[in-house]
């Protein structure tokens, strides 16, 4: 977690056995009224299974690419999104590196709202680089 608000969370949960911890750790965060993800996952692992169990705690979904021939793209997650039930108005678009995902979940939520980067270690590291970049 990184200190400030909104709330930002980061973890690598890249399974579904890991999101449902994740989705259990937010949960004893405390309320916060809408929760942006920061969503990149490989092509090898179960996407779908990682958005059913985190989906009950999302309200707005920023899939992005991850680069390497394991990668997945943003618009194949949304598929897998959609696939997963997630519905179109809670995918906020599809963004090239995850931290073009994370400057708009910062640019789009509210002081009281949480940001979770999570899906991969590509993802969280991604998001981390940019962030020290910037200092």
């Not at 989705?23 to 929760?35: D, I, M, Q, R, V």
């Amino acid at each position: 977690m990184l200190p400030g608000r909104p709330q930002v969370v980061f973890d690598v949960a890249h399974n579904p056995q890991a999101a449902d911890v994740l989705a259990e750790n937010l949960s004893e965060l405390g309320f916060a009224p809408e929760t942006w993800a920061v969503f990149g996952m490989l092509a090898d692992k179960d996407v779908e299974g990682v958005v059913q169990s985190m989906g009950s705690c999302v309200d707005h979904w920023l899939p992005c690419t991850l680069s390497g021939s394991r990668g997945l793209g943003a618009e194949a997650l949304i598929e897998h999104l959609r696939t997963a039930g997630v519905e179109m108005n809670k995918i906020v678009g599809s963004f090239a590196t995850p931290a073009d995902a994370f400057a708009q979940a910062q640019e789009r939520a509210a002081v009281d709202d949480r940001i979770v980067t999570f899906g991969s270690f590509l993802t969280v590291a991604d998001v981390l680089a940019a962030i020290q970049a910037r200092r």
